[in-house]
Each structure stands twice: as structure tokens, then as C-alpha cells.
């Protein structure tokens, strides 16, 4: 399916619209955090609304992302988790993760090869105790994240840097 943003129409995934029909982002109260709102590390999923309000706002713009990404999670403090909307290229449906901050790499580099093998992750990440809450915050092993992520997403670039 397609979504018409400000600039051009992006094809997202179906399971971008399965997630979003399951659940329409979080709606955060006065009393969360980021920790306990986060499914995975700094990752807050937003509503379509509010993602279409980014999107417009960042994409194409100089310190934002290419017109195709569409941004599904934030951290609440300028990272997100955009997925590839440009049917044409190979990295259609990946996940990557923005960072302005980012020393290692330009901004932007895929993490996950798509939305089911990030919701893998997390699934891996949290039987296995990697990913736990304590206290409303979300702790996280990171070199058994970091393993777990590698094995499930070959093809991202995050894994090859950090290897």
C-alpha cells in the first residue's frame, strides 16, 4: 500500500499496515517514561499520525532522510527507526537507524532486514533475557543483543561495522 507524504507517494510494506492496524502507536500519559514505553532499546512506537508529522518535517530536509523512509519508532530525543519505502531498490522494507549524533557512520544505516526480523530480535532478545524491564526501564545486555541482532539480520550494515 502507499502512503502520500508532502513530497512523493511511498510504498510501505504490509506489514507496516498490519502493525498499524494491530496497534496505532503508544499513547503516552504524564507518568512514562521512554524506558517503560520503549519495546526495544530506544525505540517508543509512534502513531501513524505522528509519524506522517515527522516524515514531514524531516524527510528531505538537510539533516533529515530521503523522501522513501518512513519513521515507525523514536526515541523521543532525534533517533528513529525508519523503514525503506522505495519498492525499486534491493533494501525495500529494511530497517534503519537514524542517529544525527553518529560517529561511525553518516546519520543512517540499516539494522534489521525488515520489520519481522526486528520483531524477531526482540522476540529472541526478550526469551533469552537480554532485554528485561526493572523499575519501568528497559535494560539490555548489549553484546548478546548485538549477537542475537547479527545472526537474525545478515544483510544490515549496522552489524558488519561493529564486527
Known amino acids: ?37 520503549s519495546i526495544f532499546e530506544l525505540a517508543v512506537f509512534v502513531s501513524f499520525q505522528e509519524a506522517m508529522d515527522i516524515q514531514k518535517s524531516m524527510a528531505g530536509s538537510e539533516y533529515g532522510w530521503d523522501k522513501n523512509k518512513f519513521p515507525l519508532f523514536t526515541s523521543g530525543g532525534g533517533d528513529y527507526y525508519l523503514i525503506e519505502g522505495d519498492i525499486s531498490k534491493n533494501e525495500y522494507g529494511s530497517i534503519y537507524y537514524y542517529f544525527p549524533g553518529a560517529v561511525d557512520f ?53 552489524y558488519k561495522l561493529y564486527s
Open 1 to 37: 500500500m502507499t502512503y502520500s507524504g508532502n513530497l512523493e507517494k511511498i510504498c510501505l510494506p504490509d506489514e507496516v499496515w498490519d502493525l498499524y492496524s494491530w496497534k496505532n502507536g503508544v499513547n503516552p500519559t504524564a507518568e512514562d517514561s521512554i524506558g517503560n514505553l
Open 106 to 158: 553518516e546519520r543512517m544505516i540499516s539494522q534489521y532486514d525488515s520489520l519481522y526480523t526486528l520483531f524477531l530480535t526482540i522476540y529472541e532478545s526478550f526469551s533469552k533475557n537480554i532485554f528485561t524491564y526493572r523499575e519501568g526501564v528497559l535494560e539490555v545486555d548489549d553484546e548478546k543483543s548485538f549477537e542475537i541482532g547479527k545472526k537474525l539480520n545478515p544483510r544490515s550494515d549496522y
